[in-house]
């Protein structure tokens, strides 16, 4: 939730405080004091990585809307900078293999949602849950809860 909540924060310089509700009249927020330029790099970092070519999700988030993502990876078990021949993921055994985040909001122009997902042992963040990411923000588009740009 905590990463969800500064997601949020990067993507409008509002720390906002969670809610599950349908009215968002009781929902507060506070300036994060993030320097504006600051601000607008981190912002076109997580554009590019979902839509440049480069980006480590670009090939994996596919929305009518554009998102912004940040990708990761937490490791389950340590492998040494010694090892000459590193493993891939998908040869390591389930239970070794890392854990998958994906951090992301949308639209990018005007930011109204931020989905955040771990993939337990899912790898690379972009492929394990770019996909998921496109189709959460494609049904929030379809019931009408945010418009595709």
């Known amino acids: 939730m905590q990463i969800a909540r500064y997601t949020g924060a990067m993507a409008t310089n509002k720390l906002q405080t969670p809610h599950f509700l349908k009215d968002d009249s009781l929902i507060q927020s506070i300036d994060t004091k ?6 607008r790099i981190i912002q076109k970092g ?3 990585v979902a839509n440049r070519v480069k980006g480590t999700a670009v090939n994996y988030i596919k929305s009518k809307t554009i998102v912004a993502a940040k990708t990761g990876t937490a490791q389950v078990v340590g492998i040494p900078q010694s090892e000459k021949k590193r493993m891939k993921e998908h040869e390591l055994e389930y239970f070794q293999r890392s854990q998958a985040w994906l951090n992301t909001y ?3 122009g005007n930011p109204q949602y931020v989905v955040t997902i771990l993939v337990e042992h899912g790898g690379h963040g972009g492929s394990a849950a770019g996909p998921m990411a496109g189709k959460i923000y494609d049904k929030l588009i379809e019931l009408g809860y945010m418009n595709a740009k």
């Open 34 to 39: 993030i320097p504006k330029r600051d601000l």
């Open 106 to 108: 949308a639209p990018y």
């Open 46 to 48: 997580m554009y590019d």
